[in-house]
């Protein structure tokens, strides 16, 4: 059985972790979930992980006491080869881990570049990115409320309907440095970057988690599939 680690800092933690329930149904995989809280959870029984999207700065400050995200760092400068799904302000993390701990994507990102919460918004994206394809004709799921607030604007709602299509959602989100990009694109809203791939690291500025396409979650656990 595949053993897949969400750091429980800050953001839709618990809907990643349904998101990969539903993924590995659709794709008839094993998967436990390991919710993390603090470094000692972090070994190496586990397979893949998770960096949730939230405020990058808080999710720093609420690490310290039990040392998370040093573990999840060290975690993962120890088994490189072991994939990572970091959204929104995982992708910063990854791209600026701090600590001491040199970036694990090429890539810069300017943190709530999109604006406040207000600008939050919903937009059709491209996605460049060969994933296993959905065994299983889930529903695709945008009225429920995301984080208790209230209803993103909405440029246009869009189902899964082609390996392209990938209803974007951006909450406060970063945006990355298109001149600092030195990893594969995978994920394009019209002609700027919100996706990038390098290594077993994917980095999306947008929470995949909140939608009923399970794309990239299904990547994920692909990627574990081929490593074990």
């Known amino acids: 059985m595949m053993r897949i680690g969400v750091a429980m800092l800050q953001g839709a933690r618990h809907e990643h972790c349904e998101a990969l329930q539903h993924a590995a149904l659709e794709m008839g995989s094993s998967v436990e979930i390991i919710q993390l809280r603090k470094a000692s959870e972090l070994n190496g029984s586990i397979d893949g992980l998770v960096l949730p999207g939230g405020?990058?700065?808080?999710?720093?400050?609420?690490?310290?006491?039990?040392?998370?995200?040093?573990?999840?760092?060290?975690?993962?400068?120890?088994?490189?080869?072991?994939?990572?799904?970091?959204?929104?302000?995982?992708?910063?993390?990854?791209?600026?881990?701090?600590?001491?701990?040199?970036?694990?994507?090429?890539?810069?990102?300017?943190?709530?570049?999109?604006?406040?919460?207000?600008?939050?918004?919903?937009?059709?994206?491209?996605?460049?990115?060969?994933?296993?394809?959905?065994?299983?004709?889930?529903?695709?799921?945008?009225?429920?409320?995301?984080?208790?607030?209230?209803?993103?604007?909405?440029?246009?709602?869009?189902?899964?309907?082609?390996?392209?299509?990938?209803?974007?959602?951006?909450?406060?989100?970063?945006?990355?440095?298109?001149?600092?990009?030195?990893?594969?694109?995978?994920?394009?809203?019209e002609t700027e970057t919100v996706g990038v791939l390098q290594g077993s690291k994917l980095a999306l500025t947008f929470h995949p988690e909140l939608t009923g396409d399970r794309r990239f979650h299904r990547w994920l656990i692909e990627q574990i599939s081929q490593n074990k």
């Not at 990854?94 to 999109?114: C, E």
């Not at 209803?151 to 951006?170: I, N, R």
């Open 55 to 189: 405020e990058s700065t808080t999710m720093r400050i609420a690490s310290l006491s039990e040392a998370l995200l040093d573990g999840v760092f060290s975690w993962m400068a120890k088994y490189p080869d072991r994939p990572v799904l970091g959204t929104c302000a995982g992708a910063i993390l990854l791209a600026n881990p701090g600590l001491n701990y040199q970036p694990f994507i090429d890539v810069k990102v300017s943190r709530n570049a999109w604006g406040r919460q207000r600008y939050s918004f919903e937009a059709p994206l491209t996605i460049l990115l060969d994933t296993p394809n959905n065994s299983d004709s889930a529903t695709f799921e945008l009225s429920r409320d995301r984080f208790n607030h209230k209803p993103l604007p909405m440029s246009k709602q869009v189902a899964p309907q082609s390996s392209e299509s990938f209803p974007g959602v951006f909450i406060r989100a970063p945006r990355f440095i298109e001149d600092s990009i030195n990893c594969q694109r995978i994920a394009m809203l």
